[in-house]
């Protein structure tokens, strides 16, 4: 069965720094995708990032990138130049076949 | 634009009452989903649909139902048989590339409160 776990409940990051976000998977499938969400406080969950299993290159999208270290099974959110609005909780997902599972997620909190 | 609507955004049910949440896409997505979150904890899947007229159960499908008669809509009802039905539902919907590794995109939720 898949799993993923987001060891960190809680961050802190000072404005314009750089913030990195845990996340661990389970699989023993070889073909599966790795997602990153954001979820304000408004609720809507919006989509940050994706790496797929087979890609050999981090995906990065402006300022977010991840680094994905396949034996680790680990597929970190790195956040550059953290802003205000960042503050939000952040989920990492896995998708294989169609399913999709969710961490528990982290509360990010920037401050000024 | 194109996108997710979900309506409507908080709704209050008495216990006993079936009450059915909706979700909208123009997206021209294939597949669509239902999750439910609770507070401080990540998405469970109810259901989800990849085609016109079938579902499949997701993992917390007990006292809810779904229809997909039309590939834009994807009704969502909690019955009266949930027994803890107060949570934020998302609806979430993505293309069917084959590979099973497609986003999900989703709408704005809805949150359910029962009195």
């Known amino acids: 069965a898949q799993k993923i776990t987001q060891t960190q409940p809680g961050m802190f990051v000072q404005e314009k720094e750089a913030v990195t976000l845990d996340c661990t998977y389970d699989t023993s499938d070889p073909s599966y995708g790795l997602f990153w969400y954001k979820q304000p406080s408004s609720g809507e969950m919006i989509f940050l990032i994706y790496?797929?299993?087979?890609?050999?290159q981090n995906a990065t999208e402006g300022r977010y990138s991840l680094n994905f270290q396949k034996a680790r099974k680990s597929a970190n959110l790195v956040i550059s130049a953290s802003q205000l609005g960042d503050s939000a909780m952040y989920f990492c997902a896995m998708s294989h076949q169609d399913d999709m599972r969710f961490g528990a997620g982290t509360r990010l909190t920037v401050k000024p | 634009d194109g996108g997710i609507t979900q309506s409507p955004k908080y709704l209050f049910r008495k216990e006993g009452q079936n009450v059915t949440l909706s979700c909208e896409q123009n997206l021209n997505h294939d597949a669509m989903y239902w999750y439910r979150q609770d507070p401080g904890q990540g998405l469970r899947l109810i259901y989800y649909?990849?085609?016109?007229?079938?579902?499949q159960k997701g993992d917390i499908a007990e006292g809810y139902s779904v229809s997909r008669e039309k590939k834009e809509s994807f009704p969502l009802t909690v019955t009266s048989a949930q027994k803890n039905p107060t949570a934020f539902y998302l609806c979430a919907s993505s293309i069917l590339t084959g590979y099973g590794t497609d986003t999900q995109y989703f709408g704005p939720g809805t949150r359910l409160t029962v009195l």
């Open positions: 649909s990849q085609i016109v007229n079938d579902f």
């Open positions: 790496q797929g299993s087979y890609d050999q």
